[in-house]
């Protein structure tokens, strides 16, 4: 067990909809990282938090936003949704210093009909 | 730039055969390397790191050199077991980029009775 918890597993919606994935990291983790992994693109980095600001941002879509509350916990959310956004999506976090390996949670599961 | 490159996959072997996975990397700086594995619907957990030149990570019978002169990292196994069937990813951080991760495309293994 990592330490990171990710809800919901498994999401199914429909084309157009918004989601909200959360993460709730190790403790004492202040970064929050997260990932999309599809079979066709591989890990993709979506955006990075640390203590509750944005420290980086990768592939993320316009549609697409995060943040990290004062708990620390994130939030993923996923608007307008396409049927490509089906995918897992993964938060990792750690401890932000030199060295720190990411932990990763187990994934939400996401598919768009 | 900063990325990763590993051999791809997939790579199938008969149990107790030799393994090794190529990783080579480019990073503006000193990087620390990682091994990541993923199991079939897990997340990716820690593997092994090394976090400076000659340094050898190692795990579970896993062993790999962090080797500056030929800037790679590559994974090896002595024996393998029909249990180390999984993904596995090869990733850097660089302390200069916020502790930014660079990930490879993954190799997928498979072992065979």
């Known amino acids: 067990d990592s330490g990171v918890t990710q809800t919901p597993k498994h999401l199914i919606t429909a084309t157009g909809q918004r989601v909200t994935l959360r993460c709730s990291p190790r403790?004492?983790?202040?970064?929050v990282y997260w990932y999309q992994q599809s079979l066709d693109q591989g890990l993709q980095f979506l955006i990075q938090?640390?203590?509750?600001?944005?420290?980086a941002t990768g592939n993320i879509l316009e549609r697409f936003s995060a943040q990290q509350f004062p708990d620390l916990h994130s939030e993923l959310n996923l608007s307008s949704l396409e049927l490509g956004d089906s995918a897992l999506y993964f938060c990792?976090?750690?401890?932000?210093?030199?060295?720190?390996?990411?932990?990763f949670g187990n994934g939400t599961r996401l598919t768009v009909t | 730039g900063n990325s990763v490159t590993q051999m791809e996959g997939p790579v199938t072997l008969s149990e107790e055969a030799f393994l090794t996975i190529n990783c080579t990397y480019t990073?503006?700086?000193?990087?620390?390397l990682f091994w990541y594995v993923q199991y079939p619907g897990e997340g990716l957990q820690l593997l092994l790191k090394?976090?400076?030149?000659?340094d050898k990570g190692s795990n579970k019978g896993f062993e790999a050199t962090y080797r500056k002169e030929t800037t790679s990292f590559h994974l090896e196994k002595g024996s393998v077991q029909v249990s180390d069937s999984a993904v596995y990813f090869c990733?850097?951080?660089?302390?200069?980029?916020?502790?930014?991760?660079?990930f490879g495309t993954g190799t997928s293994l498979t072992v065979i009775p």
């Open positions: 403790s004492g983790d202040l970064s």
């Open positions: 090394a976090t400076k030149a000659d």
């Open positions: 938090y640390y203590n509750g600001e944005e420290r």
């Open positions: 990073a503006t700086g000193y990087p620390s």
């Open positions: 990733a850097l951080s660089l302390s200069n980029t916020g502790n930014q991760f660079y």
């Open positions: 990792a976090s750690s401890v932000q210093g030199y060295n720190s390996p990411l932990h």
